[in-house]
């Protein structure tokens, strides 16, 4: 690497740790914007990226693990900083209204950044099929929701049709500048490591994520700021897991909300990462997932959503199958906060003990 990479970064560290002002402020010089772009933050980015050796020991022995918490974004997950980007466009381009299909964690992203914005947001997810979590943020925020009695596939359908008729700014991964925003965790991930790692893990719904990050990668190794490339290893669920049997699944199904897409977007974007980069796509069960949830909770205090463990379980998963290379660096995107779904943990967990109000019970609750 060259003493003028190695001299931005130095200086670009000390500048993230002592101000901050949201991805398009830090990577502005990588990003579609302009000083006609009026930017729509709440701070997104600079998230967490913990090393993580009591789960390594568990998952996969020898290797260095790093875990980059996306549910510290504002409105807790990745998808805010695809949102700053888009929200901060639509607001450029004169759009009316911002519109989008969810499973959960964009509508809660849309709402807050379209809020901020002082635009309408409207938004459709599946009937029945969103965490409460999720809902609640997008409802709090003014976005009109509508329950669609279909899956994420067929609401993304509409929205595109309806956007399309009016002039709404469809804000999905299938709008480019949300992928712009994106791929800046990749390029924070090489600031924070101060190296590419050999390989990065992600869960995969719609797929835009996975391949946010391969550009992300590409484009700082173009600028000098990384010697390497990673393996770019996408983690379906297995009952949504459309990239991974190479065709559409009709009627996804999985415990991972966030995940459960049958026909991603971002379908050609993420093969071509996995194949660019020499990496692998891959599923796990659900009992999978769940193991793996309830472990990186117990093992490093990180409690994420279902789906962001899905990841996670795919190390296991690789590294058995001898995937992982041992001594290699391994960063696992966890893409969502577990709060956006705490009915699964508290489905899965024993209930906390209920004794009478004396020492004696609760030393004897205790003991047990």
Not at 79 to 103: F, P, Q, W
Not at 191 to 207: E, I, K, M, R, S
Not at 352 to 358: C, G, S
Request: aromatic share 6%; proline share 5%.
């Amino acid at each position: 690497m060259s003493k003028e990479a190695n001299s931005i970064r130095e200086e670009g560290n000390v500048a993230m740790m002592a101000s901050w002002n949201g991805v398009i402020g830090y990577y502005r010089k990588f990003l579609p914007v302009t000083e006609r772009t009026p930017v729509v933050t709440l701070q997104e980015g600079n998230t967490p990226l913990i090393h993580a050796k009591r789960l390594a020991a568990h998952i996969c022995p020898g290797c260095e693990l790093y875990i980059k918490v996306e549910g510290s974004n504002p409105t807790g997950s990745f998808k805010d900083r695809g949102m700053t980007l888009a929200v901060s466009k639509s607001l450029e381009n004169g759009a009316k209204a911002i519109m989008c299909a969810s499973t959960g964690n964009t509508s809660a992203s849309a709402a807050a950044y379209g809020a901020k914005a002082g635009l309408p947001v409207y938004v459709l997810v599946p009937a029945g099929n969103i965490a409460l979590g999720k809902l609640a943020q997008a409802i709090m925020h003014g976005a009109i929701v509508v329950q669609v009695e279909g899956n994420f596939d067929q609401a993304l359908n509409i929205v595109k049709e309806l956007c399309q008729e009016y002039d709404y700014e469809l804000v999905n991964s299938i709008n480019p500048f949300r992928l712009e925003g994106q791929k800046t965790a990749a390029m924070e991930v090489c600031d924070q490591l101060g190296f590419a790692p050999t390989y990065h893990v992600l869960p995969v719904g719609n797929a835009g994520n996975i391949t946010a990050y391969w550009k992300g990668y590409q484009e700082y190794f173009s600028a000098g700021q990384i010697s390497t490339l990673p393996k770019m290893m996408g983690i379906q669920a297995e009952g949504a897991a459309p990239l991974v049997k190479g065709m559409v699944i009709e009627h996804p199904q999985t415990i991972a909300s966030a995940i459960r897409i049958g026909n991603p977007a971002s379908w050609h974007g993420a093969l071509e990462a996995v194949r660019a980069s020499d990496g692998v796509i891959e599923m796990v069960t659900d009992e999978e997932i769940l193991d793996a949830y309830r472990l990186v909770a117990r093992e490093e205090g990180i409690f994420c959503e279902p789906a962001s463990a899905a990841s996670l379980a795919g190390v296991r998963k690789l590294y058995s199958a001898g995937c992982l290379t041992t001594g290699g660096t391994v960063v696992c995107t966890l893409t969502g906060h577990g709060l956006k779904d705490p009915d699964t943990a508290i489905g899965i967990c024993a209930p906390p003990l209920r004794v009478n109000a004396t020492r004696d019970d609760v030393m004897a609750a205790l003991e047990r």
